[in-house]
């Protein structure tokens, strides 16, 4: 399954721990796999290979992931208002929301174990035990 989620500035904590300490880690199921750098952009930054500790908040905050020099800065939050009518009641009210600036997008791919496990044995049919 592909999930993608936008990835706004403060958000960069959660990402980094959510990173497994190492590979016994991640097998035991404490942790995600470090991200890899993809892209063109990636060529112009110097970015190959896993993103290291600090990066994603450096890119995600407008600064380059290595040197820190700032490369742009964020729009201002914005506000928006949208009238809304409860369908329950039929009553008009106005819904006032934050919009928070995108730095990017978080494009992650999950697959069930059941499929992983259909790869481990040619002998075995997926699906029944």
Do not use: F
């Not at 890899?36 to 600090?54: H, S």
């Not at 999950?110 to 049919?125: D, L, M, Q």
Request: aromatic fraction near 6%.
């Amino acid at each position: 399954m592909l999930t993608v989620s936008k990835l706004s500035p403060g958000q960069e904590a959660y990402y980094e721990r959510s990173v497994a300490a190492g590979i016994d880690d991640y097998y035991a199921g404490r942790g995600e796999s470090p991200g890899v750098w993809v892209g063109a952009g990636t060529a112009g930054l110097e970015l190959v290979g896993a993103v290291e500790e600090g990066q994603l908040g450096h890119l995600i905050n407008g600064r380059d992931p290595v040197t820190s020099v700032q490369l742009r800065s964020h729009p201002a939050k914005k506000r928006t208002r949208r009238e809304r009518i409860d369908p329950a009641t039929g009553e008009r009210y106005v819904e006032e929301k934050t919009l928070r600036p995108v730095a990017g997008y978080d494009w992650s791919s999950r697959h069930p174990r059941a499929s992983a496990s259909c790869t481990r044995s040619a002998r075995t049919r997926c699906g029944t035990r």
